[in-house]
């Protein structure tokens, strides 16, 4: 350790430190009304939540995992459907799959975006299976299962290409469902609507965590789905609470899945400051951006399309040597993390479903390079050049010894 002061990867206790007293007055008035769960406070934040969304509705549940999960089983997916998604992302997006009964099936991602390739979902698409026209139902050829959903992650903050995956879940009858895990307020640029649209507003339905670390964060485990589809909604309500929509007369089985009514009224606190905090993260993206352009050969950082407003939940760059560099980071008390190091068909919980090294190059190759840099709203700037600074620093100084190993 050197005497240099740490900068974390993320630092939640200063936002919560600057909110106490408001956050505080939300325990306080729980306690007073011993209103536990639902009720006005988990009611509001929903209405809140489903505006900053331009979704009609929102249903709070307890995290990002049942959120999937509930929008899935809502949409229809069954026992025995297969869905479609990413390898690059955070295993709860297939859990969540896997516990609505189907199965996931991986498309390889865009090298410059990491989100889902509409090339790659066209080619699965049309090369391994058929559209039954009459029973509007695509099949896999290889397992004869129907291909009922797609779920693209708006992977790091960034939306997907979302013209094109919607209008291939409509050709092929697929609920698209997003999953906006960590993506509260980023937008993209619909050419087919021609305007800005938000996160959580094109597909069907749409995931959000509010785990601690994501944009906006509860003070707990916490997620919403938000949808423009009432009866979605309705049953979504259903599903978080037991099956239930008048107490004690169940429609079907559910899951204990609820969203606290002290996590809601927590989280409609911080509402109120997210689109500033996410402002702060793409002016420090910013920033990132013009300090690392003059090394972009060594250094590649994230591209953003025309079409998109990244929010920046994570900054990820990829160099070469990420094992080494991460390390040397760490030795001048630079935070970073890796999101993800192993690709989902390369985990062992998936072991099973005989996928290989080399099935999805393209996420395999990103795994292998990406780094995620210290990035939240109160990064300094003095702290975001010393990181920059000490990342250059290390990367130019093992370039040598890359020269010298390719020659080998
Ligand atoms: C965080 C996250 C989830 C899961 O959310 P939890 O609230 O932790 O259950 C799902 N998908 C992605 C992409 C995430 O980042």
New binding site residues.
């Given amino acids: 350790m050197n005497g240099k002061n740490a900068i974390p990867f993320l630092d939640l206790v200063t936002p919560h430190r600057e909110l106490a007293p408001e956050l505080t007055e939300v325990f306080a008035r729980a306690l007073n009304t011993a209103g536990f769960i639902g009720g006005p406070m988990l009611e509001q934040f929903e209405n809140a939540f489903a505006e900053f969304c331009e979704a009609k509705y929102c249903v709070g549940v307890s ?4 959120a ?1 999960r509930f929008a899935l089983m809502a949409a229809g997916v069954k026992f025995g459907d297969i869905v479609i998604t990413v390898p690059n ?2 295993i ?2 297939t859990e969540a799959i896997s516990q609505a009964g189907a199965e996931p099936r991986f498309v390889d991602i865009d090298e410059r975006t990491y989100n889902m390739d509409p090339v790659q979902v066209r080619k699965y698409v049309t090369e391994c299976c058929t559209f039954d026209s009459r029973m509007e139902l695509l099949i896999d050829n290889r397992t004869g299962k129907p291909v009922t959903a797609i779920v693209p ?1 708006h ?1 790091y903050g960034q939306m997907a290409d979302m013209d094109e995956l919607l209008e291939i879940a409509q050709q092929y009858n697929l609920s698209l469902v997003e ?1 906006a ?2 993506a509260h307020g980023a937008q993209y640029f619909s050419r087919k609507e021609n305007r800005w649209c938000t996160a959580g507003s094109m597909g069907i339905a749409a ?1 959000f ?3 601690p670390g ?1 944009n906006l964060g509860a003070c707990g ?3 919403a789905i938000t949808t423009d589809d009432e009866t979605l909604a309705r049953k979504m309500r259903m599903l978080r609470d037991h099956g239930q929509a008048k107490k004690y007369y169940h429609d079907m089985e559910g899951y204990n899945g609820r969203l606290d009514s002290i996590q809601a009224g927590l989280l409609h606190v911080k509402l109120k400051h997210l689109a500033s905090w996410n402002q702060s993260r793409q002016e420090r993206a910013r920033k990132y951006n013009e300090l690392l352009s003059a090394v972009s050969a060594d250094i590649k950082a994230p591209f953003e399309p025309s079409w998109s407003r990244a929010i920046y939940h994570l900054y990820v760059i990829q160099v070469e040597n990420r094992e080494a560099v991460q390390a040397a980071l760490a030795k001048e008390n630079i935070g970073t993390g890796i999101h993800y190091p192993i690709p989902l068909h390369l985990q062992k919980a998936y072991a099973n479903q005989g996928y290989r090294a080399g099935d999805f190059p393209v996420a395999e190759k990103a795994a292998e390079r990406i780094l995620s840099l210290p990035m939240f709203p109160t990064l300094s700037e003095a702290d975001q050049l010393r990181v920059v600074e000490t990342l250059i620093r290390i990367v130019l100084e093992s370039a040598p010894q890359r020269a010298a190993a390719a020659a080998d």
């Fill in positions: 995290s990002g995992t049942d999937l992302t955070f709860a997006t992650v992977l999953d895990c960590q995931a965590s509010f785990y994501k485990e916490a997620g």
